[in-house]
């Protein structure tokens, strides 16, 4: 398809939640890039879903990230676990996946009814990611998946119903690696659909990993003295039960080295809902910007996680990571040889094999190269019949 002739194609970015902003980034900075000959090949629309609305989930990541302010905020936040969200013109409440995706889906309907870009390009896999692509499909306006082929295979984690329903949706799927390229290939998408164009969340950390070990660490923290703990998903916080026994694993790691835990709020909120709090020997601290977790993490001996984007970053950083989940959608990351997935129970003898040094180093992944972002801008420019654009560098 191609738009009509001497006018610049409109791309529309689709920022739902946090994770989203370091991969769209990568795809702004290769379309804003310095010597393009004929200046952004496309007119870039960042539009902001509101799924994360506090400023220390969203906002205060785009400065750091390079990201201009949203061009369009639909106002649609979160609010499924009844804690309030702030964030524009519709209100946040209690009513879950269904209640989010619904009200995404409508808002992203009635902006793309008066607006219509030439693509919509949606990252991950939040809620947002699949409210604004059905959105965009249901109005025959294409479709890219940035981060295409992710599984996990535990259907009950709604970022694999996600990402199964974006790809399955999508014309153009944009995988981190080789090797769920061929996955997509193999489910039968189209050659001309699928490339493997690389990570778009190492592009970011490449272009920020500087700034971020200049950032100081928090009070009492020294480099290699200390571990970072994040978690998150539904499965690890959402009942009591299990959380404690994560809280109990995570006190065991903390007796052998000390532990800064920044606290999503979501698990901030189950926390207090249950009586529960991080155990003696663990530093939380808030929600931090994409830099300051950035350096706190490039400092840190070891990660324990249950996110997946933090599974990557360690990866490419050749941090010991530590994964609190029964399985992960970047079997990537396991096969580099640094990523082992954890069980709560077996967290502190994983701290002590990490701190007796027989943890295994992680063999570089091939494509998570700081290139993402060129190889996207080359599939689109392809897609959409515009001129190629040829980087100075
Ligand atoms: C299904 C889905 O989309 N899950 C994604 C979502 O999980 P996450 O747990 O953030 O899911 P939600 O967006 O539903 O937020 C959960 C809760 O966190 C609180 N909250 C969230 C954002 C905010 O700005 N302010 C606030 O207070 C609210 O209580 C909200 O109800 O984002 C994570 C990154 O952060 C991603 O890894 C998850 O894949």
């Known amino acids: 398809m191609s738009p009509s002739p001497g006018r610049r194609p409109v791309l529309h970015l689709v920022a739902a939640a946090r994770p989203n902003l370091p991969k769209l980034a ?3 900075h290769a379309l804003h890039e310095d010597g393009l000959p004929a200046g952004p090949p ?6 902001h879903t509101g799924q994360h609305a506090d400023p220390a989930m969203f906002g ?19 609010g499924g676990g009844g804690v309030a969200s702030g964030g524009g013109g519709v209100p946040a409440g209690a009513d879950g996946h269904a209640g989010l995706t619904a009200r995404t889906l409508l808002a992203c309907a009635a902006h793309w009814r008066a607006h219509r870009p030439d693509l919509v390009v949606v990252a991950g896999d939040v809620n947002g990611t ?26 009950a984690m709604p970022e694999e119903i996600n990402r199964r329903a974006v790809d399955a949706i999508s014309d ?15 489910e039968g998408h189209p050659p001309g659909a699928v490339r493997a164009v690389g990570n778009a969340m190492i592009d970011s950390l490449l272009r920020n990993l500087d700034a971020a070990r200049a950032r100081p660490l928090p009070a009492g923290l020294a480099p290699g003295g200390y571990g970072v703990v ?7 916080v959402d009942d009591a039960a299990t959380l404690a026994a994560l809280l109990g694993g995570i006190a065991a790691a903390a007796r052998r080295l000390p532990l800064a835990w920044p606290l999503h709020p979501r698990t901030a909120a189950r926390l207090a809902a249950f009586g529960l709090a991080p155990p003696p020997g663990v530093l939380a601290l808030p929600p931090l910007g994409y830099r300051d977790f950035l350096g706190l993490l490039a400092r840190a001996r070891l990660v324990a996680t249950d996110s997946g984007g933090v599974q990557e970053e360690a990866t490419a950083l050749d941090l010991p990571c530590l994964t609190l989940r029964p399985s992960t959608e970047r079997p990537v990351t ?19 094999a ?40």
């Open 26 to 28: 990568a795809l702004w």
């Open 42 to 47: 496309c007119r870039v629309v960042l539009l």
């Open 60 to 78: 205060d990541h785009l400065a750091d990230l390079g990201l201009p302010e949203p061009h369009v905020s639909l106002g649609v936040a979160s």
């Open 130 to 155: 699949l409210a604004a692509a059905l959105a965009a499909r249901q109005l025959a306006l294409p479709v890219a998946h940035l981060e295409a082929g992710l599984r996990c295979g535990d259907r």
């Open 172 to 186: 153009l799927l944009w995988a981190p690696d080789e090797a769920t390229a061929a996955r997509l290939l193999a």
């Open 230 to 236: 994040t978690l998150h998903r539904a499965a690890n």
């Open 334 to 352: 396991l096969a580099a040889g640094s990523n082992r997935l954890v069980r709560p129970e077996g967290l502190a003898a994983a701290v002590a």
């Open 354 to 393: 990490v701190l007796a040094g027989v943890w295994p180093r992680a063999r570089p992944i091939p494509l998570w190269d700081g290139g993402a972002g060129r190889r996207m801008r080359a599939h689109l420019l392809e897609f959409l019949g515009a001129e190629p654009v040829r980087s100075a560098a």
